[in-house]
């Protein structure tokens, strides 16, 4: 298993390798923007699952809150996407959910995610609830306190105990594969 853990891991830098010379391709201002990051990877504005998705992606990662993405913020997100650990993406996930800044997840930051999560997954998985299903499912295995809300510490834990709400907690949404395959439009 090391080995190949070993062999994709030289793919992903490989892969975010091509990324960044893309960036300094596309951006030598080095001030890379939403429409931009969206022509980059293909994102047509006709789709709005991807183009809500790469939105929620490119704010999350705009950490001076310029409405751009310079070298270090664009090399941090691929980093974090194509290599990062498991509890990275969960970290990283809450913080996107987490619209308010307060550190805890009220019901209408998860419904708002999982409505473009839902939209996304069901072009890749059979997803038989509807997003207000979801939702509350996830409180319901989550919410241990039963305060409404979900806590930092709640997610950590819920999200590693269950397969299930990892899979829907996780906003990645197989985010390695859809870079990489995007990736190809590049070349």
């Given amino acids: 298993m090391g080995q190949v853990e070993s062999h994709n891991e030289e793919m992903d830098l490989e ?54 993405l310079d070298f270090m913020e664009y090399t941090a997100a691929l980093h974090l996407i194509l290599r990062g650990n498991l509890e990275d993406r969960l970290k990283w996930s809450f913080k996107i959910y987490d619209k308010d800044g307060n550190g805890k997840l009220d019901r209408q930051e998860v419904k708002n995610l999982i409505r473009i999560i839902y939209k996304i997954k069901l072009h890749t998985t059979a997803i ?32 590693q105990k ?17 870079v990489m395959q995007n990736c190809v439009k590049l070349t």
């Fill in 15 to 68: 892969q975010i390798q091509d990324l960044c010379m893309t960036f300094m391709k596309e951006c030598p201002s080095g001030a890379l923007h939403l429409h931009e990051l969206k022509r980059i990877f293909g994102v047509p504005a006709c789709c709005e699952e991807e183009t809500l998705y790469i939105e929620t992606v490119f704010h999350s990662f705009d950490t001076n809150r310029d409405n751009t």
């Fill in 128 to 159: 038989n609830m509807t997003p207000n299903e979801v939702c509350d499912r996830i409180f319901e295995l989550v919410d241990e306190n039963h305060d409404g809300q979900i806590s930092f510490t709640e997610f950590m834990e819920g999200a």
């Fill in 162 to 178: 269950d397969e299930w709400v990892m899979n829907m907690l996780k906003l990645d949404v197989n985010a390695s594969g859809w």
